[in-house]
């Protein structure tokens, strides 16, 4: 084939393997009203200020739908302060503050003080501030506490346990879960357990973005359900940090106990608010790390 002849011929193939390609690509991602679209151009996109993100990425469509235990469902009503069994108690709270009576006990009045009157309508005063997060009964050195953070993050490679939150295709935080069974040896003496009534976990909250952040983990095994009270450092605590933002960069560490029955050598479900991941973080025979 003469030179004259092969140039129009590879002009040819080149427009082929580019068209190919073009009808090839696709994108994907969310309209604001929360329909899903999988198109071959920008100008085929169905809706005005898409959130364009790879098809793995996207969110399920119904995550109402996933599976989860039927006790993840009553402890997620148990918070839910539009439970009616939740309102029945604030709705009292709102008469009372309504007809000025305190919600709780007032001391006493100082001895030549006036009681304090209370006006009819008027609302209750706010908290001022917070009470701060009770310390934790386990405590560590800063040497201890990096090691520890390095523990968590070598875990993951052998056995990895991370939920990760993403806002709009970006990570915005990243949770970790190890077990250690040298850091149970030496958390149990501090919570007052004995091996045979607890099993330790350690996690890690790690903010690429500043995010508020509290520890609501569920654990759940064959059958068996647990969630750690936020209120109780013998059951989950920080060993970093404290409740609420994250600043972007930081991270909070802590721990949760769980029941002996939960074996960190088998697989457990990890809840953390409405996300979850399942993973084996021990290996069948535990040893000293």
């Excluded at 329909?35 to 469509?61: G, T, Y």
């Excluded at 990895?160 to 990570?171: F, L, R, S």
């Excluded at 609420?244 to 457990?268: H, N």
Aim: a negative charge.
């Amino acid at each position: 084939m003469t030179a004259p002849r092969l140039a129009p011929v590879l002009v040819a193939i080149c427009a082929l393997l580019a068209s190919s390609a073009d009808a090839d690509s696709t994108l994907s991602g969310v309209c604001p009203d929360g329909s899903f679209f999988v198109v071959q151009s920008r100008e085929s996109v169905p809706c005005d200020n898409p959130h364009f993100a790879e098809p793995d990425q996207l969110p399920p469509v119904r995550p109402y739908l996933l599976p989860r235990p039927y006790t993840w469902y009553v402890d997620q009503e148990a918070r839910n302060p539009n439970n009616p069994y939740n309102l029945v108690e604030t709705a009292k709270q709102i008469r009372d503050a309504r007809a000025g009576v305190p919600s709780t006990a007032q001391p006493a009045p100082a001895a030549g003080q006036p009681a304090p009157t209370a006006t009819r309508g008027a609302a209750l005063a706010p908290t001022a501030v917070p009470a701060p997060a009770p310390s934790a009964p386990v405590a560590l050195g800063d040497d201890e506490l990096r090691d520890l953070v390095r523990l968590i993050a070598l875990r993951q490679q052998d056995s990895p346990a991370q939920i990760e939150v993403k806002t709009q295709g970006e990570a915005q935080l990243r949770i970790s879960l190890a077990y250690s069974g040298s850091f149970e040896s030496y958390a149990l003496p501090a919570l007052g357990r004995t091996a045979s009534q607890s099993r330790v976990l350690v996690w890690s909250a790690q903010a690429l973005r500043a995010t508020p952040f509290a520890p609501n983990f569920f654990v759940v095994q064959s059958g068996r359900t647990f969630r750690p009270d936020p209120q109780n450092t013998a059951e989950i605590a920080y060993l970093l940090g404290g409740p609420g933002t994250i600043p972007a960069g930081e991270m909070a560490v802590g721990y949760l106990v769980v029941p002996a029955s939960f074996d960190p050598a088998q697989k457990l479900d990890l809840f953390w608010n409405d996300r979850s991941v399942a993973a084996v973080l021990a290996a069948p025979q535990v040893g000293s790390n």
